[in-house]
């Protein structure tokens, strides 16, 4: 991943020095010779790390990188000083959020270390927000989920007992066509075993498949000839004996 290193400075030669030293790392470098300028770079793009000189003519340091930080947290600050004594070190580090002094003149080797290390932390903090945002969304699914899960559940129940006793329906209607007394018996046999099964506390699910049961306990009979059902069993073929 390509970052983006934004360097201010009123001194050309001193932006020249820094973007030489990093350029190299590959870092995409934007440059800005004043804090208004920097301020543009900031609104302009996502940056990685800030290098500002301390003391600047019309916004110093310390209040340029303090608006860097109101308008890019997760920017981590550079100051780049000659001349810095205590109290600047204070201040940068109370308005500014100010995570490294730099002196001038630097070595080159440190400077490119603490840019390294700059952007990984900001690659952890950037990480950690990715994964908090997708953890939100996660969690909010889940709680939709939750909350729609018992009607969905009944739902998908209702519809599934409405299917199978629209199959019932359909059968119990075949032998009724098939044949009007097989159909009567069938139907009587159900509110028998409807009572039944009351009775014995048998209720809900299981009183409905008991009398459903009982209202198909003859489907199989659609399948014989018509003549054959009357007729006295001692009356039928051998073959008729089998296909019974």
Request: aromatic residues 4%; charged residues 30%; proline residues 2%.
């Amino acid at each position: 991943m390509e970052h983006t290193v934004l360097l201010v400075d009123d001194e050309r030669n001193i932006l020249n020095s820094l973007e030489r030293a990093l350029r190299r790392d590959g870092y995409r470098i934007l440059t800005a010779e004043n804090g208004a300028d920097g301020l543009v770079q900031i609104k302009g793009n996502r940056v990685a790390l800030v290098i500002s000189d301390h003391r600047m003519p019309g916004m110093d340091g310390v209040e340029f990188l303090s608006k860097v930080k109101a308008a890019s947290p997760e920017t981590i600050g550079f100051m780049l000083t000659g001349c810095a004594d205590l109290k600047d070190v204070m201040a940068a580090i109370n308005r500014g959020e100010v995570a490294r002094y730099i002196t001038k003149p630097w070595n080159d080797d440190e400077l490119k270390a603490a840019a390294k290390e700059a952007v990984e932390r900001f690659n952890l903090v950037d990480e950690n927000r990715r994964l908090e945002a997708v953890t939100r969304q996660q969690n909010a699914a889940l709680k939709d989920l939750n909350a729609n899960l018992e009607k969905k559940v009944e739902e998908k129940t209702r519809k599934i007992r409405e299917n199978f006793f629209s199959f019932v329906k359909i059968f119990s209607n075949m032998m009724e066509l098939y044949d009007h007394n097989v159909g009567g018996r069938s139907r009587r046999f159900a509110a028998m075993a409807k009572r039944l099964s009351a009775r014995m506390g048998l209720d809900g699910v299981d009183g409905e498949l008991i009398e459903t049961a009982a209202l198909l306990h003859n489907i199989g009979l659609i399948g014989l000839p018509r003549e054959m059902i009357d007729r006295d069993e001692e009356l039928l073929t051998t073959d008729e004996r089998a296909l019974l």
